[in-house]
Structure formats: C-alpha cells, structure tokens
C-alpha cells in the first residue's frame, strides 16, 4: 500500500460517513452531494491535523512497512471527520439562518 492509496481510503471514509450519518440523522443532512463535500473536506481537515501527531499515510508507510495500528486510527481519526464536519457545519448553518431572518 502506498501513501497516496491510503490518502484515497482516508478521504472515501470521510465521505462515507457523512453520508451514513446525513442518512440517520436527517436535520443534519445536506443531501448526498453537499454531506460527500463535507465529508472530504472534513476528513482531510482532520487527518491533516492528526498528520502531524505520526498517523499521516507517510507514517503508516514508513520504511516500506504497513502499521496497522496507526492505519486503523487514520482510518477512525477520518470518519470522526467526516461526521465533525457535518455537526458543525449544520450547527453554523442553522445559527446564520436564524440571524438572516430576523
């Protein structure tokens, strides 16, 4: 597995759960297309946040050899993203709202 490949599965996670949570939990959803876009960017957000504590996919890969330990916590740390994301955004979408209509 390359960096790259684990950067793709990161990401596709993210986008995942946005949509399962979106799906469940409809007064957050956006609908599939905005909850894939919060999901993509909530996750990379994240995981590049997280990045830098060594759970990056260049730190998964290091020296040629898979850890699974940190793939598995990119892997959480990216769903914990995707769905961050869509609370969040949900939240502030709903606080501009009430501030528009009065």
Request: proline share 1%.
């Amino acid at each position: 597995m390359t960096g790259t490949l684990i950067s793709l599965i990161s990401v596709f996670i993210g986008i995942i759960a946005a949509n399962v949570f979106g799906y469940f939990k409809k007064n957050y959803s956006f609908g599939f297309t905005g909850n894939t876009l919060i999901g993509v960017f909530g996750s990379i957000f994240l995981i590049k946040s997280f990045g830098r504590l060594g759970f990056d996919p260049w730190s998964i890969m290091e020296n040629e050899i898979f850890d699974i330990t940190r793939f598995i916590i990119n892997c959480l740390v990216s769903l914990l993203g995707g769905v961050l994301a869509l609370i969040i955004i949900r939240k502030t979408y709903n606080v501009m709202n009430k501030k528009a209509a009065k």
